[in-house]
């Protein structure tokens, strides 16, 4: 029998023997009758020993005799009893209908009866009995006795309300309960069957009552499980089996069903539906299958060990993460496995786990890897009990947390850097989450002013309120959204009130698990400061008219201002990348980087002439000067060309050095220039008097109205003045001749040597060449030396000025000196010019005569007075060649070749 | 009005100059008064009329700081400058100081000698306007203050009636004083009026 049968029967308390006990006491209680009709023959002796209570009423009710049993039953004597003097034996409500009923009785009105009634004992108990009545009458018919039997059913009737409040249990259980309860007979036809069971098979309560269950299961095959097991229960077995009916999964009982003497009369099944059940236990299957699986494919180690550490399992996971086979592992206790550093980690959680004294526990420590290495994992540790509380066996979760561990550490030891650097490096760094900075370093403190703890008082903006980003602040926002990193450039004003420029820059990062933002900024006001300058310097550099050229060592371009822009003519686009040389003629690179780079990699500066080319290929002169630029370290690093277009320049030095040597011309002839002015104003008042008295003459004859006498006089007056601007040319001339000039013995070579200096600066400037052919030895001549000079330095100017329109490489100059006939020293200037057309030849000598626009046309008037007074000459004769040859003569010193004065 | 005979005054310090000069003009039947300093002209000159003819360079007083001493004098006597040759800054001083031309010497006489008679024309156009100003100016002084104010109505424009409501007179009273200050005025006709009026303004 199962447990569920068992459960059920304990449950009503009851077996089927108790059933089968049911009609064995309604036999005692027919017998019972029966013994009563005996009693109405032979009374007397039965009477007092009868087993149950009788007593003898008169027809009116009134006891005549009791016997024992009655007395014992009731709690009273017989005397007592007869007496009539105990009330209230009768159950009160019973009483009034007992008395009618005995009544009837006497009467014949009807015949003898038995009721159930209560009577009450002495010692107050409500005493159950079965009471008959019957009626003894005499021979001529008349009423004599009553005779009562009394029964007690005290015991029956607590019984029958037992059985009654379990039949009716049996029967809400049954009709509630998922079963089917059966009874058949011994022709296995159903005589019971209930149970709300039946719903699921779709049949009424005893709905199957008649029909075999050969029949009800629609199979003829006396070798089907069913029948099988009920014949076996006629047999007296009990037999369970379990059969699919209509899809549902049915678990069946089936045993005797007895009569009271233990006869088979039939039998009795139960059937349990248990569908839920299989389909749970396959659920379970499935399940553990599953944990199975779980078990061994977990991704972390799980090993299931006994209370002292023995492994009974262990998975995969585990055996991979230490390196050992299952069967190694399971060798060992976990100590064992331990880092031996560790092990006293998990001696007192486990001894409390396994005493009950808690759940779990978790512990990070290292495991030994078979290769000997360490393995730091994070363990959970459970414990599974049974129902007293006994530890079976431990669970044990490990996780292999070495990497994570091992960026834990590197996470300190950022942390570490972090905090080292953050608190000692210069840049000012906030992490700021919200509205609130919650890191700052002394950097902080020192850019903005405001002590740490200020800082971290107040929200970030709230540093200062001037302290804003050059964008807005929502920039901060979009880009902690987008993770990437923000700068900025924002001002921000110290506590001490002067601004400070920061060169801020914002990315996200964590900070207590939370995003936040990490801003470092640097104090750049200086490197402000030095942009601004820089910017003025750079556009002063723009603004400048001459070209300043930044390049590198090598001489590549890297800057190139709007002056650079002008006088090349290459936009800065153009010229950067280029090497400095491109704006020279291509043969002279070469030597450029001779001559110029040495001295300047040797000086740092270098300044020369050179000439340049623009982009438009024309060439032009300029001065440029290079300097060569040094980084912080002194090591060099770019230089820098300033060039000036001397064009210009050169035109103007030209003009002046033309300009003085005009002057030097004028100066030269002021004297003769001052005379002249004199002259010319000391003849105006004569010669106007002259024209004044000649012209009043003539006006007079013409209108006849002079007098001859005043005619005479002015005509004398006119002669005078005649007389008088002769006299002012007669005294110039003396004073012009008056006086010896000055005379010293000189060498005409060394002349001409002292001449030169001076005369270079025209004939370089001019791009002239200058040759001499100086015979040595030469005689001395008697003269003005400066003069004589003078004389040359006329000479060669304008030789010079004789070749501007010469080809510059036929623009030579040569001063010869030679030994004359006669006894002079002839010295000789000849130029490369154009040479003088015939009709001018004879005009040269004149004064004031002059081929040039600027000339005064004295040179070379007074040239040839010079050596005329010398006693020389001074002529022009043609070249051969073209050009013209100056000679004059000095007379030697009377052959005195080395006379001194 | 016919005044004293016009005269050129030559001042030189040259005497060569000065009297060749003198022969020269007188010549042409003008009048000639000669001095040998810019002192001794100032001595003997009494605003007649003429010409001077003046030498730019001269020992003592200058011939432009005569000019200036004549400026200082209000002696409107044109002046014509000898330079000796083209001293242009002296030129051009000359000029500014209110020179009337200049000539350089050695000079064609012909030129002199006309730029001498226009000299002497524009001084004596400008002795008449002077006289005829002095005059007029004469005249307005003779008016009454009355006489003066409808004078300055007529000349305005201004018809009798609004003269007389102006000055809060009968318009007889105006007629009359009007016929009265025409004749002092010696006025012939509205335009002599207005004429007289403006040379009175003029600055001369």
Known sequence: ?901 | MRGPEPTVFVVDDDPAMRNSLCWLIESIGLPVKTAASAAEFLRSYADAPGCLVLDVRMPGMSGLELQAELAARRVCLPILVITAYAEIPLVVRAMKGGAFDFIEKPFNDQTLLDRIRKAISADAEARRIRDEQDAVKRRLAQLTARERAIMEGVVAGKSNKMIAYELALNIKTIEHHRSRLMQKMQANSLVDLIRFSVIATEPY
């Open chain 1, 1 to 901: 029998m199962s447990a569920r049968i068992r459960a059920i029967v304990r449950l009503f308390g009851m077996t089927p023997s108790h059933a089968n006990a049911l009609p064995e006491v309604v036999r005692r209680e027919r017998s019972t009758e029966e013994v009563l009709h005996a009693i109405d023959e032979p009374f007397v002796g039965a009477f007092e020993h009868a087993p149950i209570g009788m007593a003898l009423l008169a027809p009116d009710g009134r006891p005549l005799r009791v016997n024992r049993a009655l007395c014992e039953m009731l709690g009273y004597s017989e005397a007592e009893l007869v007496s009539g003097t105990v009330g209230g034996l009768t159950y009160p409500d019973e009483d009034a209908a007992g008395q009618a009923r005995l009544r009837h009785l006497v009467n014949g009105e009807i015949g003898p009866y038995h009721i159930e009634k209560r009577y009450i004992a002495r010692d107050g108990h409500v005493l159950w009995t079965l009471t008959s009545l019957s009626l003894l009458r005499d021979a001529a018919g008349a009423a004599r006795y009553v005779i009562v039997h009394v029964q007690d059913i005290s015991a029956r009737k607590e019984m029958e309300k037992i059985l009654h409040d379990r039949e009716e249990r049996l029967r809400v259980f049954l009709e509630q309960m998922p079963a089917v309860l059966w009874t058949t007979d011994v022709d296995l036809r159903f005589t019971s069957g209930r149970g709300r069971g039946l719903v699921e098979l779709d049949l009424q309560p005893d709905q199957v009552v008649g029909t075999t269950v050969g029949e009800y299961l629609q199979t003829d095959d006396a070798g089907a499980l069913p029948v099988v097991a009920h014949r076996a229960a006629l047999r007296g077995e009990s037999v369970s089996y379990e059969t699919d009916v209509q899809g549902r999964a049915f678990q069946c009982h089936v045993g005797p069903f007895r009569d009271a003497d233990g006869r088979i009369i039939g039998t009795i099944g139960l059937a349990i539906n248990v569908t839920e059940q299989r389909q749970a236990e396959a659920a379970r299957r499935e399940s553990e299958a599953r944990f199975a699986n779980a078990f061994e494919h977990a991704p972390v180690g799980i090993a299931i060990s006994d209370p002292d550490g023995h492994p009974l399992r262990v998975n995969r996971a585990l055996c991979e993460m230490l390196g050992y086979s299952e069967e190694e592992l399971r060798l060992k206790k976990a100590a064992e496995l331990t880092h031996p550093d560790d092990r006293h980690l998990t001696t007192e959680p486990r001894r409390r786990l396994v005493a009950g004294e808690i759940a779990r526990y978790h512990v990070e420590k290292r495991y030994l890897h078979r290769l000997g290495h360490a393995v730091w994992v994070s363990q959970n540790v459970s414990a599974v009990r049974d129902g007293s509380g006994r530890t079976l066996y431990l669970i044990a979760q490990t996780q292999d947390v070495t990497e994570r561990r091992r960026m834990l550490e590197a996470l300190q030891e950022s942390e570490a850097k972090f905090r080292t650097l953050a608190e000692t490096v210069g840049a000012a760094i906030f992490i700021f989450q919200g509205e609130r900075l919650r890191y700052v370093n002394p950097a902080a403190e020192a850019i903005t002013g405001q002590s740490r703890a200020a800082l971290l008082e107040g929200g970030f903006w709230q540093i200062d309120p001037h302290f804003y980003p050059v964008a807005d602040s929502p920039g901060i926002a979009s880009a902690t959204a987008a993770r990437h990193l923000i700068r900025y450039e924002v001002r921000l004003r110290h506590r001490s009130g002067e601004f400070r420029w920061l060169d801020f820059t914002a990315g996200v990062t964590e900070f207590d698990g939370q995003p936040a933002v990490i801003g470092t900024a640097f104090d750049i006001t200086q490197r402000k400061r030095d942009e601004r300058a820089l910017r003025e310097q750079a556009h002063i550099i723009d603004q400048i008219h001459d070209a300043v050229i930044g390049t590198d060592l090598a001489g590549y371009i890297t800057s190139w201002n709007r002056g650079a822009e002008h006088m090349f003519g290459y936009t800065v686009d153009e010229a950067l990348g280029k090497h400095m040389w491109r704006l020279c003629r291509e043969e002279r690179r070469d030597i450029l980087e001779r001559e110029v780079m040495l001295p300047l990699r040797e000086r740092g500066t270098h300044e020369l002439e050179i000439e340049l080319q623009r982009k438009s290929g024309e060439m032009f002169p300029a001065h440029l000067s290079m300097t060569l630029l040094t980084d912080d370290r002194g090591v060099p690093s770019r230089l820098i060309g300033y060039c000036v277009d001397i064009t210009e320049r050169n035109r103007v030095e030209e003009a002046m050095r033309q300009h003085q040597a005009q002057l030097a011309h004028v100066s030269r002839v002021s004297v003769m220039g001052q005379m002249a002015a004199g002259l010319a104003h000391e003849l105006n008042q004569p010669l106007t008097a002259i024209v004044s008295y000649t012209r009043g003459c003539a006006h007079r004859i013409r209108s006849r109205s002079g007098r001859a006498t005043k005619l005479r006089e002015a005509m004398e007056e006119a002669a005078a003045q005649a007389e008088r601007a002769a006299d002012i040319i007669r005294s110039l001339r003396t004073m012009i001749g008056k006086g010896e000039p000055r005379r010293d013995w000189k060498d005409v070579n060394a002349l001409v040597h002292q001449v030169l200096p001076f005369a270079e600066a025209e004939t370089h400037l001019h791009g002239v060449a200058v040759r001499l052919e100086l015979t040595p030895h030469l005689p001395r001549v008697q003269v003005d030396g400066i003069q004589i000079e003078q004389v040359i330095l006329n000479l060669v100017r304008n030789a010079v000025d004789a070749m501007q329109e010469t080809a510059s490489e036929r623009r030579t100059l040569i001063i010869s000196t030679a030994k004359s006939a006669g006894d002079r020293v002839e010295v000789a200037v000849r130029d490369a010019g154009r040479g003088f057309p015939p009709e001018i030849a004879s005009h040269i000598f004149e004064p004031f005569f002059t081929t040039k626009s600027n000339g005064l046309g004295m040179g070379l008037s007074i040239s040839r007075s010079i050596i005329e007074a010398h006693g020389g000459n001074l002529w022009a004769s043609a070249n051969a060649d073209g050009g013209t040859t100056f000679h004059f003569t000095l007379p030697a010193g009377e052959g005195k070749r080395d006379a001194r004065p």
